[in-house]
């Protein structure tokens, strides 16, 4: 079976500086990773996919991860944090048949 | 265009009601997921449709649970008994196919409260 783990539950950042969330997983066979962004009273949104194309992929709003098999890891980044970069993001992992496994969740606080 | 909807987005119950959860997907997608997320964890899977059936259904967490979907697109989540511990929010999402790395967009949920 697939997991995820994300490091840390909270992540504070000032505007401006990097952005960088921990993702882990664990799978078997080759995995299709993702990254989800959750704002306040909303659904979950699709920032970015990882799906065997290339290993360093690029979403929306900035962010960008790189696949990393070596490390199990694929963590999310952005350069330059906004505060309407706050909220909570999930990683989650999909292998062989298409749901997904979530991690816990990184709650990111931009403080201007 | 329309996103996956939810209704209601609150439902307060009191313990052994029955309670009933709706999802519509975005228009033209044949697959619908079902999640569950309790208060500081991620989405957990319960179950998923390709069509009107239920392909997978090993998320649900006992018999109580039991989701529909008779017409390919609506679909409903019903919980009989609820206690408690099934307070939570609960996700729909639906994607245009099942492949892996379709893409699975989420309604904003249904926030449950069993008291």
């Known amino acids: 079976a697939q997991s995820v783990t994300q490091l840390g539950s909270h992540v504070s950042v000032s505007e401006g500086a990097l952005v960088l969330l921990r993702c882990n997983y664990s799978?078997?066979?080759?995995?299709?990773l993702f990254w989800y962004v959750q704002y306040p009273n909303q659904g979950l949104q699709l920032l970015l996919k990882y799906t065997s194309a290339a290993t360093l992929v690029k979403g929306i709003n900035g962010f960008e991860a790189e696949f990393k098999k070596s490390e199990t890891s694929f963590h999310l980044t952005k350069p330059s944090a906004h505060m309407s970069d706050a909220a909570e993001y999930f990683c989650?992992?999909?292998?062989?048949?298409?749901?997904?496994?979530f991690g816990k969740g990184t709650m990111l606080l931009v403080s201007p | 265009g329309a996103g996956v909807s939810q209704t209601p987005s609150n439902k307060v119950t009191e313990k052994g009601k029955y309670v009933e959860l709706r999802c519509d997907p975005i228009s033209g997608h044949t697959a619908l997921y079902w999640y569950r997320q309790s208060l500081g964890q991620g989405p957990e899977f319960l179950i998923y449709?390709?069509?009107?059936?239920?392909?997978?259904d090993s998320g649900l967490p006992n018999d109580r649970f039991f989701a529909v979907r008779p017409e390919g697109s609506v679909s409903t989540l019903k919980i009989q008994r609820t206690e408690r511990g099934d307070s939570a929010v609960y996700l729909c999402a639906s994607s245009l196919g099942t492949a892996t790395q379709e893409t699975q967009y989420f309604g904003p949920g249904t926030r449950l409260l069993v008291l």
């Open positions: 449709f390709q069509g009107t059936g239920a392909a997978d």
């Open positions: 989650a992992v999909s292998v062989g048949y298409s749901t997904l496994t």
């Open positions: 799978s078997s066979v080759p995995p299709y």
